[in-house]
């Protein structure tokens, strides 16, 4: 366990909320999109017939109707999962991470992984002294001809995590050349993917693409799934689809690691997927943060053209921004919190944090419609004055 | 990752749920102690007033209230938690333990337990690669002779898991002398201690003893607290009350184990705290189980006399007995088995779970009334044929 965030960062993001603050900074839906009503109701009924069950101990796989509906969305909507494959739910979608290092990588194993990526799960790969090396990410995902490299010439190579649908924080989607390529390399030289993915059902624009899990016939991709970002996050409930081989070896660690999921909201989520309102759901989170993002560039446009370069995210809660050559994130970031403006630097998501990225992070699900407009307004002052300086 | 669990063991749990069976082998609470009545009442008042909080992604640490009224609760009835210490919320006791090794123990460090133990503790150190040496257990808890020569003699110890009060399998107490002489250890060596006290406020005999914890002036002691025998389990609620250099190592490793513990049913133990009528509660819970307990102890008497030796535990959930010299607790529980009866055997619980035991582990607290005396006259019949065979 050696020390997982530099003291910068922290204080970057420890700024004090205050009437005029804007945090940019934060990976959280907007609260608007928690079902309340629905899971307030469904409570209610767990509490008057079923909290004999929903309070006592349950299996570490998971409350089995709930993994029965998973399976089944998964697999009839997305083509998630086949014969080969098992589900069971886990404490949030960082779990299935925790759970896949825990019982596939080595101490020194190499993992292959975007660089930017997930903070969260860099953490995670460092808290049990993996070896990472990170791999260039541009406007289609993961850079596959690096990532073969780097299967040729890096040491017992175990794992290549991917965030291959609207990329945390690049905000990127890879291409289908790209996604049958890396599952070719996956199977070429024996390494599993681990394709995380809280964000895939968010799609505004573009074309919907296949996951990797979807296309993966021989049990080399585990999917990590979350509710986080459909349903809410407080409640930690998500999920890993993987070969049943692995997802039993996850089981028995999980087992040691907090016995089961809270067991009351594996069934209030049962209940509400089995109410059939999600895609519903989902269809009025992603008209939502349509607007926001579409809000966001708009105001990007306005204030921020000329000193910085953005992307278009088609989906997901981010946008990543990059400063001219020579400017560095970092910098900005701090100069953004003398403004009460929090966003994340990009050197955070890297690999090697003490590298200098010219990037920065900008979430738009969290912030209302006033703090984009004033909010992006002053990054737009800022940055001129930087650029300027 | 290895085998964590014998096959012979599962088998004998997968017992079918039959109308005649009865199980003696959970660790479960009874759901006639969950108090879900006040529980609904807070969990719609959340819905309705808190959902934002609720839902929403919560610190590691966990809700700030809580920590609070379980620092406040632990301290002014228990003298837990001094001004070095800190508590953090876990996903139930059993994280605390995961957190522990993290953050305390290297793979091949030593890690000295009582031997009988608990199984979930003893599978999360084996999944750590720790080097297990057992202690050995009697009426008074662990043997600390024995102790105070494993800490002399063998390498590299790190860690002593105890469970000091109403010991797991064994149902016995550490005397007050022995908890002395622990703490004195724990500092001569330079040894942490984890103190795993899911059941301390259940005593139905005998008078309260201190916690480890709160004859812990120095911060050795690691004090791992649950809600699942006194609110329940399935909630995934407990806690660790450490020193706070540990907990905010804890911290950190807990940040990408699951990012925090379910927020809405942290929010929902907070205001159960803060309704003061928890204390209440727990003398419902005691006057309820130490009935269970005495009628199984009645029915052990009529039944199992001359066959077969048992403590009487002043509190927690078991009973633990051991057969004659010769005598083998796995062959019973196979027995048991054919006559849909389940208990634990000994050989689980021990960290050489090859080694024979005598010994077999009762629950009382999840058996109706009717199955104890019918499943203790069951255990007799079997228990007479075993021994005249």
Known sequence: ?????????????????????????AGNPSPLTFPHEDMAKIAAEIFQNDYVTALQYGITEGYEPLRAAISQRMSSKYGIGSDLDDVIVTSGGQQVIDLAIKVLVNENDTI????????????????????????PVDKDGM?????????????????????????????????????????????????FILEDSPYFELRYSGEDLPTLKSMDTEGYVIFAGSFSKVIAPGIRVGFVCAHRDIVSKMTVAKQVIDVHTNLFFQILVDRYLRLGVIDGHIEKCRALYMQKRDRMLAAMDRHMAGSAAWNVPDGGLFIWA????GYDG????????????????????????????????????????????????VIGQVLSEYIRS
Do not use: W
């Open 1 to 25: 366990m050696g020390e997982l965030q530099s003291s910068t960062i922290r204080e970057i993001l420890k700024m004090p909320q205050t009437p005029d603050s804007v945090s940019f900074s």
């Open 112 to 135: 292959l992984c975007e660089s930017p990526s997930f903070i969260g799960a860099l953490n995670a790969f460092r808290s049990y002294n993996a070896r990472l090396v990170g791999i």
């Open 143 to 191: 850079d596959i001809d690096s990532l073969e490299k780097a299967l040729r010439t890096e040491p017992n190579v175990r794992l290549i995590y991917t965030i291959p649908t609207f990329h945390n924080p690049c905000g990127c989607t890879m291409s289908l050349d790209r996604r049958k390529r890396i599952l070719e390399l996956a199977k070429k030289y024996g390494v």
């Open 322 to 325: 990059e400063l001219p050559e």
């Open 330 to 377: 970092l910098e900005l970031c701090r100069r953004l919190k003398d403004r009460n403006i929090s966003c994340v630097p990009g050197n955070t998501f890297c690999v090697d944090q003490k590298q200098v990225s010219r990037g920065f992070r900008l979430n738009f699900s969290l912030p209302s419609d006033e703090q984009i407009d004033r909010g992006i307004a």
